[in-house]
């Protein structure tokens, strides 16, 4: 079964760069959740869309912004880049917009920032 | 939303029963208990999710409180690939539609 699909899966970057990550969500899900997971740490929720709005927000720093496209892939674009933005970056996709289906989450994206 | 606790580390025996418990004192009735996994280098796994009654799929058994102020996952027989941070997450059903991820529970399976 097709599961979620993030790219890239590495990348590095320098201080002061800008990336891009993208997740394409399972087919037929209109709902995408971005999460961070530093070093040690557990996931952090930063942004969410469900049918292409921006849902929820949550710990994203304003140097990020996020969109889901018509086709449902969302990006999330990083500006400003800062040795703290290393981390995995996970997507997840779900169906339905409800706070009951269960969340399917991507293998990450590591960033590295020198 | 409302706070889970949960204990830091458990280890289990292979093939032994694993209970691993959450407390969720502050609760509220629109709150699900979801219960997530995730194995090293993956992202996180869903595992299972309920309401009030206590709820069996192919990877688990959650066990909720009469009170709904604890529940339990219950992994019948442990395997070393059950090697996860469990994360016991309450998610509300009214409210945004998002997963609060706290500090899980560090599974280790001894052969």
């Known amino acids: 079964a097709a599961g979620v699909i993030q790219s890239p899966r590495h990348l590095i970057k320098e201080k002061r760069e800008t990336a891009t990550l993208k997740c394409y969500p399972i087919p037929r899900h209109d709902t995408v959740y971005w999460y961070q997971q530093g070093p040690g740490q557990d996931p952090q929720f930063l942004i969410s869309f469900y049918e292409k709005m921006q849902s929820d927000k949550g710990s994203i720093p304003d140097r990020f912004s996020a969109q889901q496209f018509s086709d449902y892939h969302s990006e999330l674009n990083m500006s400003s880049l800062e040795l703290g933005d290393s981390a995995l970056y996970f997507c997840?996709?779900?169906?339905?917009?409800?706070?009951?289906?269960?969340?399917?989450f991507g293998e990450g994206s590591r960033l590295t920032v020198l | 939303d409302a706070k889970t606790t949960q204990p830091n580390s458990m280890e289990s025996n292979e093939e032994e029963p694993v209970h691993l418990p959450c407390n969720h004192s502050t609760i509220s009735g629109t709150d699900y208990i979801h219960w997530y996994r995730q194995l090293p280098s993956q992202g996180p796994e869903y595992v299972i999710h309920?309401?009030?009654s206590n709820v069996n799929n192919r990877m688990a058994s959650l066990a909720i409180a009469e009170d709904r102020k604890s529940s339990t996952l219950i992994l019948h027989r442990a395997t070393l690939r059950d090697a996860a941070v469990y994360y016991c997450?309450?998610?509300?059903?009214?409210?945004?539609?998002?997963?609060?991820f706290g500090t899980g529970t560090r599974l280790t399976v001894i052969p």
């Open positions: 997450i309450l998610r509300d059903v009214s409210g945004a539609n998002n997963l609060f």
């Open positions: 997840a996709s779900s169906s339905g917009g409800t706070n009951t289906g269960e969340l399917f």
């Open positions: 309920g309401l009030t």
